[in-house]
C-alpha cells in the first residue's frame, strides 16, 4: 500500500474542514428547542466535552459544555429534556 502526497493532503484537508464545520456556533445553537431529547441535540451538535449532571428527589439535570473558539455553548437539560440553549461568546457571561 503506498500513499502519494495528493492522496494524503486531500484526506487532511477534508478533516480540516470538517472540524471547522462541527465547530459550535450561535446559529447551531439557535437550531436547539425546548423539549428536545439529548440524542436531538448530539445530532446537531455532536457530543459535549463534559456534562455536567445533578440530581434531587423527582428530578435530573445536566449541563452539556460545547467548547468552540469565539466562546462556548452550552444547554441545560431537566429530566433529559432541553429546558435552555445558549452561546456564551469568549469572555462573555450567560
Do not use: W
Not at 445553537?29 to 457530543?47: D, T, Y
Not at 460545547?66 to 462556548?72: R, V, W
Request: with cysteine; aromatic share 8%.
Amino acid at each position: 500500500m503506498s500513499f502519494s502526497f495528493p492522496n494524503v493532503a486531500f484526506g487532511i484537508a477534508a478533516l480540516a474542514l470538517t472540524a471547522c464545520s462541527s465547530a459550535v456556533t450561535p446559529e447551531k445553537i439557535s437550531q436547539i428547542k425546548p423539549a428536545m431529547k439529548p440524542a436531538e441535540v448530539e445530532a446537531i451538535l455532536g457530543p459535549p466535552a463534559s456534562i455536567e449532571h445533578a440530581e434531587t428527589t423527582g428530578l435530573t439535570g445536566d449541563l452539556y459544555h460545547y467548547p468552540a473558539p469565539k466562546g462556548e455553548g452550552r444547554v441545560v437539560f431537566l429530566n433529559d429534556a432541553v429546558f435552555k440553549a445558549e452561546f456564551v461568546p469568549a469572555g462573555g457571561k450567560s
